[in-house]
């Protein structure tokens, strides 16, 4: 793997984010986003009022290959044990184990911040991210058919969890 570091997300962060993210919108149907979006969407994405959440640049060496994040995963207060990760890879860089130390970094903050269950919604399709997710302890806890359209395609939707 290589040396890479993880810093909360900045405003000047946000031009790479958004192209790695954009790529995806594009290219693959790792998000259901199906034009790409812009810088203010992306601020609504990574920016949060609660401090427990948070999201990160990966940097390796001085360029950014990815982001990941700790975000609600519902609103209602009983859900405040449980958060959503999520983890964009610069697909030039996949492969290389960054994915797996951005969860290692995301799980560590949410022990801190008191959070009992991670849930990661994948596209059904996204077998990467499946064995990402299975290879770093999480079990798939459910799964909704056909319940995108993009590139002409019905998609499902499958949660995954892990108890930290």
């Known amino acids: 793997m290589h040396d890479i570091r993880f810093e909360e997300v900045k405003e000047e962060h946000l031009p790479a984010l958004l192209e790695i993210y954009n790529y995806y919108v594009s290219n693959s149907t790792a998000t259901f986003h199906i034009e790409p979006i812009g810088l203010d969407e992306m601020k609504d994405i990574v920016f949060f009022d609660n401090p427990k959440y948070k999201a990160y ?32 890879i610069r697909h030039d860089h996949a492969g290389l184990g960054i994915g797996s130390a951005a969860l290692r970094h995301l799980e560590n903050l949410a ?9 990661a919604v994948i596209c059904g399709e996204n077998t990467a991210s499946i064995r990402l997710f299975e290879k770093n302890g999480y079990e798939k806890c459910g799964h909704l058919r056909e319940v995108g359209m993009k590139f002409g395609r019905m998609l499902d939707v499958v949660y995954y969890e892990k108890i930290i």
């Not at 022990?111 to 849930?119: D, E, Q, R, T, Y």
């Open 111 to 119: 022990a801190k911040n008191g959070i009992h269950s991670l849930i």
């Open 57 to 88: 640049a990966i940097i390796d060496d001085r360029d950014i290959c990815g982001y990941c994040i700790l975000c609600p995963f519902k609103k209602r207060e009983a859900y405040d044990i449980t958060a959503e990760v999520t983890i964009y």
